[in-house]
T-cell receptor, first 118, second 112 residues
């Protein structure tokens, strides 16, 4: 079974530039998550989709971050304009719906996209 | 007060030692408790999953949950160099749309 795919793996940009990250979840997983992991910290949820609808985006800085999941499969996360404090690893994860058919809702993570803002 | 507290200090142990990690939390609604392992430059992967209080053992790994104290632990017996990674605790409540609250993680180095 293929895992969660993310690209690019690494990106270096200057502040005020824009960047986009792409995620392809595990086939059949209805729920998709974008997490931000700053060095030395645990992942912080930015946005959660179920199919192509947003479930939780309460911690997404909406003045500069946007995300979409067209057709309920792939997703993109965009940052425009980037700030120095956006330097982090952006992790995409997917899961089955927790509680359905006894699923635990285990999150499967991709390898992440490492962003450096100079 | 953060929802989940995990002292992020690195931990170096000799091969074969027991590794003990723990987290405390403040939200009494948390019902599901997890430990994720994250190798360098990789995404986290689920290591242990526990519902409510009690112990769970899987090979060299034991997870403990004490809901009365809001305290969870992970023990690694007979540690191996391949256990060198960052260990993140995570938890969620019954109704939280599967939103996980993570600790900061502990970097563990097992020295051969």
């Amino acid at each position: 079974e293929a895992g969660v795919a993310q690209s690019p793996r690494y990106k270096i940009i200057e502040k005020r530039q824009s960047v986009a990250f792409w995620c392809n979840p595990i086939s059949g997983h209805a729920t998709l998550y974008w997490y931000q992991q700053i060095l030395g910290q645990g992942p912080k949820l930015l946005i959660q989709f179920q199919n192509n609808g947003v479930v939780d985006d309460s911690q997404l800085p909406k003045d500069r971050f946007s995300a979409e999941r067209l057709k309920g499969v792939d997703s993109t996360l965009k940052i425009q304009p980037a700030k120095l404090e956006d330097s982090a690893v952006y992790l995409c994860a997917s899961s089955l719906v927790a509680g359905e058919d006894g699923n635990t809702g285990e999150l499967f993570f991709g390898e992440g996209s490492r962003l450096t803002v100079l | 007060q953060k929802e989940v507290e995990q002292d992020p200090g690195p931990l170096s142990v000799p091969e074969g030692a027991i590794v003990s990690l723990n987290c405390t939390y403040s939200n009494s609604a948390f019902q599901y408790f997890m430990w994720y392992r994250q190798y360098s430059r990789k995404g986290p992967e689920l290591l242990m999953y526990t519902y409510s209080s009690g112990n769970k053992e899987d090979g060299r790994f034991t997870a403990q949950v004490d809901k009365s104290s809001k305290y969870i632990s992970l023990f690694i017996r007979d540690s191996q160099p391949s256990d060198s990674a960052t260990y993140l605790c995570a938890m969620r409540d019954l109704w939280g749309n599967n939103r996980l609250a993570f600790g900061k993680g502990n970097q563990v180095v097992v020295i051969p």
